[in-house]
C-alpha cells in the first residue's frame, strides 16, 4: 500500500503553498502530482511533509526525500531557520524542487487537504466512523458505488489526522463519490478531521470501546464520534444503528436527516441465512445475496451500506453485485482452509470486536477442536486489567480446546482462565519464538484455528509457517 496516487499534476507550488497558509521560501519549477509523509514512499513529482514522530522527526529524512526525486518539501519554521543553510546547500543544482514552510508541519498537510478538496464542489462525500466495523462497511460502499459511478476508497485504514488528509490527494477530477474512513483515539480529533472532509453522508456503525484509555468512557466515545456531523448545516444525511445504546445522544441536534439501520430499519430487508466460514445468504428486495463475509457482525455492516446505497438512489442490481463482490482486508476477517483452517482477524483487537468473532467462533459448528491464538488489546487505560480479565472470561467459556496467549497484558486473561479450571491447554508467553514453537507443536490436522489480537502484536507473522508460504 502506498499513501498517494501519482499521475498528473495536482497543484503548483503556489497553489500548495497558499492552501497549507505556509510561505514559499524555495520556487521550483516543478508541480507537485501526490504527497506522502514517509521519505520511504517519495518518488518523482511528489510532495514530502516532513513531520514530527515520537521515535523520529520528519525532516531528519530530507535528504532521503530529495535523493528519491522529491518536488517540493514542507517543512516546519523552526526546522526551516535552524537548517537552512544545510538544505539550501542540498537544494543547489536541483532547481525543480520547492520548499513551502508553515508553522506546523500537520496543520500544514490538513490545511493543504482541505483546500484541495474543496475543489471538487459536486463530489458526494461519504464518512464512516465508530469504534468496530468502519473499515469493513468502507470497502463494501466502496464495493457497490465503484459499480454505479466514479469513485475514490480511502485505502487501507488511512483515517487519522495524518492518514485522512493524505487520502484527500486521491480525488480526482473525474470522481464523483468519495467513501473515505474517519477514525480517532483522542480528544478533538474527529472536529479535525470533520473539518477537512465534511462529509455530506455520515455512517456511525457503533459506539464501543476501542481507544477508551484515551477518550475515557463510551459515552466520551460517542461524544466524540458524534462531531463527524459538526459541520452538518441541514442538507446532510446520517446513518446510526437501530439499536445503539447512544442513539439519542447522537441523534440529538443533528442539523440534517438521521437514518437507522440495521435487520428492523433497513428497508426491504427480509432476513438471512448464516453459511458460517462462507458468509451470508441476504434476502433483500426479492433478491437473495450472497454476503462473502462471515458472522453478525459483518451482516450489520452490510446493512448499512445497503441503507446508504439505497437512500442514494443505487440499483438493486449494483447493490447485490457489490455486496457479492466484497472482499476481506488483509488480516480481517480472513479464511484460509488447510489441513488447518485459520480464521486470521489480527489487525485490531478491543473487548467487542473480541466478543464479536468469539460468538461467531462458537456458534460455528465444526468436527475437530477450536483453537484461539489470543494477543493483548492496547489503548484501554485503567480498564485494561479488568477488560483483559473478561476477554479470559469469556475465552474460557466458550469451546475452544486449547488457548495460546501473547503479550504482557494477556497474564490477566491467563489467571482468569486458570483459576476457572479450564478443562482444555492454556499457555500465556510474551516471547513470539516460544509461541510459533508451542503452537506448531500442538496443531493438528482438522483444528479450527482463530487468531486474533491487536496490530501490535503482530500475530500476522504466524501466518508462513501455517499456510505453507
Same mark, same amino acid.
Given at each position: 500500500?502506498?499513501?498517494?496516487?501519482?499521475?498528473?499534476?495536482?497543484?503548483?507550488?503556489?497553489?500548495?503553498?497558499?492552501?497549507?497558509?505556509?510561505?514559499?521560501?524555495?520556487?521550483?519549477?516543478?508541480?507537485?502530482?501526490?504527497?506522502?509523509?514517509?521519505?520511504?514512499?517519495? =518518488?518523482?513529482?511528489?510532495?514530502?511533509?516532513?513531520?514530527?514522530?515520537?521515535?523520529?522527526?520528519?525532516? =531528519?529524512?530530507?535528504?532521503?526525500?530529495?535523493?528519491? *526525486?522529491?518536488?517540493?518539501?514542507?517543512?516546519?519554521?523552526?526546522?526551516?531557520?535552524?537548517?537552512?543553510?544545510?538544505?539550501?546547500?542540498?537544494?543547489?543544482?536541483?532547481?525543480?524542487? #520547492?520548499?513551502?514552510?508553515?508553522?506546523?508541519?500537520?496543520?500544514?498537510?490538513?490545511?493543504?487537504?482541505?483546500?484541495?478538496?474543496?475543489?471538487?464542489?459536486?463530489?458526494?462525500?461519504?464518512?464512516?466512523?465508530?469504534?468496530?466495523?468502519?473499515?469493513?462497511?468502507?470497502?463494501?460502499?466502496?464495493?457497490?458505488?465503484?459499480?454505479?459511478?466514479?469513485?475514490?476508497?480511502?485505502?487501507?485504514?488511512?483515517?487519522?489526522?495524518?492518514?485522512?488528509?493524505?487520502?484527500?490527494?486521491?480525488?480526482?477530477?473525474?470522481?464523483?463519490?468519495?467513501?473515505?474512513?474517519?477514525?480517532?483515539?483522542?480528544?478533538? =480529533? &474527529?472536529?479535525?478531521?470533520?473539518?477537512?472532509?465534511?462529509?455530506?453522508?455520515a455512517v456511525i456503525t457503533n459506539i464501543g470501546t476501542a481507544h477508551i484509555g484515551f477518550l475515557g468512557s463510551r459515552e466520551a466515545i460517542a461524544r466524540e464520534k458524534k462531531k463527524i456531523l459538526h459541520y452538518f448545516d441541514g442538507i446532510q444525511?446520517?446513518?446510526?444503528?437501530?439499536?445503539?445504546?447512544?442513539?439519542?445522544?447522537?441523534?440529538?441536534? @443533528?442539523?440534517?436527516?438521521?437514518?437507522?439501520?440495521?435487520?428492523?430499519?433497513?428497508?426491504?430487508? =427480509?432476513?438471512?441465512?448464516?453459511?458460517?466460514?462462507?458468509?451470508?445468504?441476504?434476502?433483500?428486495?426479492?433478491?437473495?445475496?450472497?454476503?462473502?463475509?462471515?458472522?453478525?457482525?459483518?451482516?450489520?455492516?452490510?446493512?448499512?451500506?445497503?441503507? @446508504?446505497?439505497?437512500?442514494?438512489?443505487?440499483?438493486?442490481?449494483?447493490?447485490?453485485? *457489490?455486496?457479492?463482490?466484497?472482499?476481506?482486508?488483509?488480516?480481517? #476477517?480472513?479464511?484460509?482452509?488447510?489441513?488447518?483452517?485459520? !480464521?486470521?482477524?489480527? %489487525?485490531?483487537?478491543?473487548?467487542?470486536?473480541?466478543?464479536?468473532?468469539?460468538?461467531?467462533?462458537?456458534?460455528?459448528?465444526?468436527?475437530?477442536?477450536?483453537?484461539?491464538?489470543?494477543?493483548? &488489546?492496547?489503548?484501554?487505560?485503567?480498564? #485494561?486489567?479488568?477488560?483483559?480479565?473478561? !476477554?479470559?472470561?469469556?475465552?474460557?467459556?466458550?469451546?475452544?480446546?486449547?488457548?495460546?496467549?501473547?503479550?504482557?497484558?494477556?497474564?490477566?486473561?491467563?489467571?482468569?482462565?486458570?483459576?476457572?479450571?479450564?478443562?482444555? &491447554?492454556?499457555?500465556?508467553?510474551?516471547?513470539?519464538?516460544?509461541?510459533?514453537?508451542?503452537?506448531?507443536? %500442538?496443531?493438528?490436522?482438522?483444528?479450527?484455528?482463530?487468531?486474533?489480537?491487536?496490530?501490535?502484536?503482530?500475530?500476522?507473522?504466524?501466518?508462513?509457517?501455517?499456510?505453507?508460504?
Amino acid at each position: 500500500m502506498t499513501d498517494t496516487v501519482v499521475g498528473k499534476d495536482l497543484l503548483s507550488p503556489e497553489q500548495a503553498c497558499r492552501f497549507a497558509d505556509g510561505h514559499l521560501a524555495v520556487a521550483g519549477s516543478r508541480n507537485i502530482q501526490g504527497v506522502v509523509v514517509d521519505s520511504r514512499q517519495v =518518488e518523482e513529482g511528489l510532495l514530502f511533509v516532513a513531520l514530527p514522530g515520537e521515535r523520529a522527526d520528519g525532516h =531528519e529524512f530530507i535528504p532521503q526525500a530529495l535523493e528519491r *526525486g522529491a518536488t517540493a518539501l514542507l517543512v516546519a519554521s523552526n526546522q526551516w531557520s535552524g537548517r537552512q543553510g544545510q538544505l539550501r546547500g542540498l537544494l543547489e543544482g536541483i532547481p525543480t524542487v #520547492s520548499v513551502i514552510v508553515v508553522d506546523n508541519t500537520l496543520r500544514g498537510l490538513q490545511n493543504l487537504a482541505k483546500a484541495y478538496l474543496s475543489r471538487f464542489p459536486d463530489l458526494m462525500r461519504i464518512g464512516i466512523t465508530g469504534s468496530n466495523g468502519k473499515t469493513t462497511t468502507k470497502e463494501i460502499l466502496g464495493s457497490i458505488f465503484a459499480l454505479d459511478r466514479p469513485t475514490v476508497i480511502s485505502q487501507g485504514n488511512l483515517n487519522s489526522e495524518i492518514g485522512l488528509p493524505l487520502s484527500c490527494f486521491q480525488v480526482r477530477a473525474g470522481h464523483h463519490c468519495s467513501v473515505f474512513e474517519l477514525g480517532i483515539n483522542h480528544p478533538g =480529533e &474527529m472536529e479535525v478531521l470533520a473539518d477537512i472532509y465534511r462529509p455530506d453522508v455520515a455512517v456511525i456503525t457503533n459506539i464501543g470501546t476501542a481507544h477508551i484509555g484515551f477518550l475515557g468512557s463510551r459515552e466520551a466515545i460517542a461524544r466524540e464520534k458524534k462531531k463527524i456531523l459538526h459541520y452538518f448545516d441541514g442538507i446532510q444525511k446520517a446513518f446510526i444503528y437501530e439499536a445503539e445504546s447512544f442513539s439519542d445522544l447522537l441523534k440529538d441536534g @443533528v442539523q440534517g436527516e438521521v437514518i437507522h439501520f440495521g435487520p428492523r430499519s433497513t428497508r426491504g430487508f =427480509e432476513g438471512s441465512e448464516d453459511l458460517g466460514l462462507d458468509g451470508t445468504i441476504i434476502h433483500w428486495e426479492g433478491l437473495r445475496i450472497r454476503f462473502p463475509l462471515f458472522g453478525a457482525h459483518n451482516l450489520r455492516n452490510a446493512l448499512a451500506s445497503i441503507s @446508504v446505497s439505497a437512500e442514494l438512489g443505487i440499483s438493486k442490481e449494483n447493490i447485490k453485485q *457489490g455486496l457479492e463482490k466484497t472482499r476481506p482486508l488483509v488480516g480481517r #476477517s480472513q479464511i484460509f482452509r488447510g489441513p488447518v483452517t485459520i !480464521i486470521q482477524d489480527c %489487525y485490531n483487537a478491543n473487548p467487542d470486536s473480541f466478543r464479536q468473532v468469539f460468538g461467531f467462533v462458537f456458534a460455528l459448528p465444526w468436527p475437530g477442536r477450536k483453537i484461539g491464538v489470543l494477543g493483548a &488489546m492496547k489503548e484501554l487505560g485503567e480498564q #485494561s486489567q479488568e477488560a483483559h480479565r473478561q !476477554i479470559g472470561t469469556e475465552a474460557g467459556e466458550g469451546d475452544f480446546q486449547g488457548l495460546f496467549l501473547f503479550g504482557e497484558e494477556m497474564e490477566e486473561a491467563f489467571r482468569q482462565i486458570r483459576d476457572r479450571d479450564f478443562k482444555g &491447554m492454556v499457555s500465556w508467553t510474551t516471547d513470539f519464538q516460544s509461541l510459533r514453537e508451542s503452537l506448531q507443536s %500442538y496443531l493438528r490436522e482438522g483444528d479450527l484455528l482463530l487468531i486474533k489480537g491487536s496490530r501490535t502484536a503482530e500475530l500476522e507473522r504466524l501466518m508462513p509457517e501455517l499456510v505453507g508460504g
